[in-house]
């Protein structure tokens, strides 16, 4: 116990020299608690972002590995991305059954001209032809998985059949809801529908009329719907963006259950007419276009990298690959807070090193000016391992106070500067985002939109909202204080190293025979 008081004596009987080395820890405690906050806050957002996350995934063909074969056996890549076929509805559904699998469902699109009495509502430049072919492009994928010979025609209207509600994201989430009628029922195969407000408007359509819609490759080839509901959509305005087709409108979008549009376009196959390209040897049809998309539901994250790896046990060649928009989102999301706390480990390390080196070159030249003192206490018979003690103690003691004031010092500051600085971080991804989501600004986008809005509609250039994470409550939890005090310990057997080495070096009598 004599050693912890003359450890108390020493402390008091010079004040400043302790006060400096309090200063000193108390700003390392300061600052890592701060940071320490900021990655235990990172690490816990991004945890229970994660599990409150519903997982969801789509089977998309991949080019880069279909490229790449075409490569290796010489084949002409072009040739090979256009024969590229989506999987059908059969297979999608057979891998639904894997065990990980919670649910699953699918849409289906197709594209329509207008028929008889009907216009559609285009806002799309005027240089652009809706009805014009679309070429094909490299890299594109036929947008259904008998399409061979390119897109053919594109229509005025997107028409997208569910085979459940929970896959009509806009109408969960908000972005549209019904304003009339009701939406058709999504079992059957009646040929019902909802349509936009701006549609029901320009057209002077009521819920209980019919509209002709035309099969854009067999402009005689028409086909009747029933409107049994309408709706308006509130989404990001897509004033200022490039529409190169009517049918990106969001205005002009069209929606029914799966059974009906594929029953619809099971009809335009059965009355399609075929040809075969002299050139390319690719055969053409006018039967309408589709394209496939399953959707699978995950309960979590685990399930759905066990997916991954089922799949390919399934059969799922090599050329598809498993992709979840929900998770690449999420990822994105996390992405200023991800950089925040990386920068907050390394500053954590950098006051470390700093301020460790700081407090030993203070310790070595404090310990050097008390070397009479270690002297006199070894030469009246106190061990050199309690005289070494003493020095650590005080160390100790010193370092405990500052580390509890420090950190409580931190923990007041360290919600409003943890947001202060994810703020920062936020604004500059959306810059970033900004800058490159319109190529410098080249698509004519208003200068300081932080968020490009979703133009929707297949084909067109989309730029992506990302819903940064701007807030965490950073507040120091016992896990930053347990590392704070581990730091604190680190801190003292650094700064004591130096007399431990002095003390148990030199002999007393050697000390105070050549004191000075």
Same mark, same amino acid.
């Given at each position: 116990m004599y050693v912890f008081k003359n450890a108390w004596k020493s402390i008091t009987r010079s004040p400043g020299r302790n006060i400096i080395i309090g200063v000193i820890v108390m700003a390392i405690a300061v600052s890592g608690s701060i940071a320490l906050s900021i990655r235990r806050a990172a690490s816990k957002a991004e945890q229970e972002g994660l599990e409150a996350l519903n997982i969801t995934a789509q089977i998309t063909v991949d080019r880069q590995k279909m490229m790449q074969a075409a490569r290796e056996q010489g084949g002409d890549m072009r040739e090979a991305l256009q024969g590229a076929q989506e999987l059908s509805i059969e297979q999608l559904q057979t891998y639904a059954e894997a065990e990980s699998v919670e649910d699953f469902y699918y849409s289906v699109n197709s594209s329509f001209d207008a028929g008889t009495g009907l216009s559609p509502v285009d806002t799309s430049s005027e240089e652009d032809d809706s009805s014009d072919t679309q070429p094909d492009m490299p890299g594109s994928m036929p947008p259904g998985g008998d399409m061979r010979g390119g897109m053919g025609e594109q229509g005025d209207f997107r028409v997208t059949g569910f085979s459940s509600y929970d896959d009509m994201? =806009?109408?969960?989430?908000?972005? /549209?809801?019904?304003?009339?009628? !009701?939406?058709? =029922?999504?079992?059957?195969?009646? /040929?019902?529908?909802?349509?936009? !407000?701006?549609?029901?408007?320009l057209n002077g359509l009521e819920v209980g009329d019919t509209i002709e819609l035309a099969n854009p490759n067999a402009s005689d080839e028409t086909y009747t719907f029933t409107i049994c509901g309408i709706y308006s959509y509130t989404g990001s305005d897509t004033s200022g963006q490039m529409i190169f087709s009517a049918s990106q409108d969001p205005a002009n979008r069209i929606y029914t259950s799966s059974a009906a549009l594929l029953a619809v376009i099971g009809q335009s196959e059965s009355v399609a007419q075929t040809s075969t390209d002299e050139e390319t040897g690719l055969t053409k049809t006018t039967a309408l276009r589709k394209s496939v998309s399953g959707t699978y539901v995950f309960a979590d994250a685990a399930s759905y990298e066990t997916f991954q790896t089922q799949v390919t046990a399934m059969g799922l060649p090599d050329t598809y690959r498993v992709t979840s928009s929900d998770l690449t989102q999420y990822e994105d999301s996390l992405a200023p807070l991800k950089k925040l706390s990386m920068f907050a480990s390394y500053f954590v390390l950098i006051v470390l090193?700093?301020?460790?080196?700081?407090?030993?070159?203070?310790?070595?030249?404090?310990?050097?000016?008390?070397?009479?003192?270690?002297?006199?206490l070894t030469a009246v018979g106190m061990k050199k391992r309690k005289v070494a003690l003493q020095f650590v103690s005080e160390i100790f003691l010193v370092t405990l106070a500052s580390i509890i004031i420090g950190t409580a010092a931190g923990a007041a500051s360290s919600v409003p500067v943890a947001n202060k600085l994810l703020a920062a971080q936020v604004t500059s991804a959306q810059e970033d985002t900004s800058n490159t989501g319109d190529f410098g600004g080249r698509l004519g986008m208003p200068a300081g939109d932080q968020s490009p809005p979703d133009q929707g509609g297949p084909g067109g250039f989309r730029g992506r909202v990302v819903d940064y994470v701007s807030s965490v409550n950073?507040?120091?939890?016992?896990?930053?204080?347990?590392?704070l005090m581990g730091i604190g310990v680190l801190l003292t057997i650094l700064s004591s190293l130096a007399a431990l080495v002095f003390i148990l070096r030199y002999e007393p009598l050697k000390i105070l025979s050549n004191r000075t």
């Open positions: 994201t =806009d109408f969960a989430n908000s972005t /549209a809801e019904i304003t009339g009628g !009701e939406v058709f =029922d999504i079992d059957s195969a009646d /040929a019902d529908c909802i349509v936009s !407000e701006e549609l029901a408007q090193l700093i301020g460790g080196t700081i407090l030993v070159a203070f310790n070595i030249y404090n310990i050097r000016e008390r070397k009479y003192e270690v002297g006199v950073a507040s120091a939890d016992m896990v930053v204080v347990a590392e």
